[in-house]
């Protein structure tokens, strides 16, 4: 493939255990004589990590969905894609590290067709945990990496105390009423990181942002353009 489509595309990209299953869509030209239009040219890319791969979390999730929109309509090529084992994904569940490589993957993927591209990092719960853990490594591997954002992510579920410091700024937004992980420690966690950070916290908020999509994709905008 040379370039990025200029449609929204359901393909496969090669990934370490087999294939994995995407959905790639073209940014939005941001200037009022070119609206709604293909910034096929760009290369801006952001890459959105869904949540938990064993409970029901795909790429086609509505929060997931809500982020890649904040970043089309900013212009950005947005890339999202199933985990491994994920619907038509090949291989299975690996805690979240093979997930790491499923995303270094989708890495190397974007470089092939747009080698002078720069990367936003994003992910929702468990994908947050993914992205925030596969940066350093993607940094290494001389990715150009523009931003790291995490939504809800899942704090009390995986190792989040081990990373603390981001090589580039990390946005972060979560609900003070989130019924899966504890917003306080959301926030706890948030504060031991040393590094360039910016957060919304939404009011009334859950988990999942339900009835809230709207207010998540004003914050998305508000923190990351």
């Known amino acids: 493939m040379q370039g990025f489509p200029d449609k929204e595309t359901r393909l496969f990209i090669p990934g370490p255990v087999g294939q994995l299953q995407a959905i790639v869509t073209p940014g939005k030209e941001t200037d009022a004589e070119n609206q709604g239009t293909s910034r096929n040219g760009g290369d801006r890319v952001a890459i959105v990590c869904h949540p938990h791969s064993l409970m029901g979390g795909t790429m086609n999730n509505k929060v997931v969905h809500t982020i890649m929109r904040a970043f089309r309509d900013q212009g950005y090529h947005v890339v999202r894609f199933n985990f491994r084992g994920v619907e038509k994904s090949e291989g299975e569940y690996a805690d979240g590290i093979g997930e790491s490589d499923d995303l270094l993957a989708v890495f190397a993927w974007i470089k092939q067709i747009l080698p002078a591209s720069t990367i936003s990092m994003a992910g929702f719960s468990f994908g947050s945990f993914v992205s925030a853990r596969t940066l350093e490594s993607a940094l290494d591997q001389g990715y150009e990496i523009e931003q790291l954002l995490l939504v809800a992510p899942a704090v009390e579920n995986y190792p989040f105390e081990d990373l603390t410091e981001f090589g580039v700024p990390l946005r ?12 306080g420690s959301i926030a706890s966690w948030y504060l031991s990181v040393i590094s360039a950070k910016d957060v919304v916290c939404l009011d009334g908020a859950g988990h999942f942002f339900h009835a809230r999509l709207t207010d998540l994709k004003d914050s998305v905008e508000k923190l990351c353009f």
Do not use: C, K, R
Request: charged residues 35%.
């Open 172 to 183: 972060m937004i979560y609900g003070d009423q989130d019924e899966v992980v504890d917003a």
